[in-house]
């Protein structure tokens, strides 16, 4: 059974940081594109940052610069460090697993950036 959890979310100030976390079980994690995405309120969810199984990395113009994206493949876990957060960086943050026709979703974890 395949399980994506996420963790680390929470409440900030503008311009401070967080670090989410992502611990992924049944699935070969190696070969798996991981991803971040966002869904704020009343907004369709969207891409916030992804990484594929070979390392490769890539980000929405909106965090470029302040997000990294990193995985460690002996943990099976993803990470993702914001820094100079935004109240615009507020929703929830969900986790992504795909490889091919194979797609999971974590739960996703609340990131509120007070102003």
């Not at 680390?8 to 049944?26: I, K, N, P």
Request: aromatic content about 14%; overall charge positive; charged content about 15%.
């Amino acid at each position: 059974q395949v399980h994506l959890v996420e963790s680390g979310g929470g409440l900030v100030q503008a311009g401070g940081s967080l670090r989410l976390s992502c611990a992924a079980s049944g699935i070969i994690f190696s070969i798996y594109d991981m991803g971040w995405y966002r869904q704020a309120p009343g907004k369709q969810r969207e891409l916030v940052a992804t990484i594929t199984s070979a390392g490769f990395t890539n980000y929405a113009d909106s965090v470029k610069g302040r997000f990294t994206i990193s995985r460690e493949y002996y943990k099976t876990t993803m990470g993702l460090q914001m820094n100079s957060l935004k109240p615009e960086d507020t929703g929830v943050y969900y986790c992504n697993a795909n490889y091919r026709q194979y797609d999971y979703w974590g739960q996703g974890t609340q990131v509120t950036v007070s102003s």
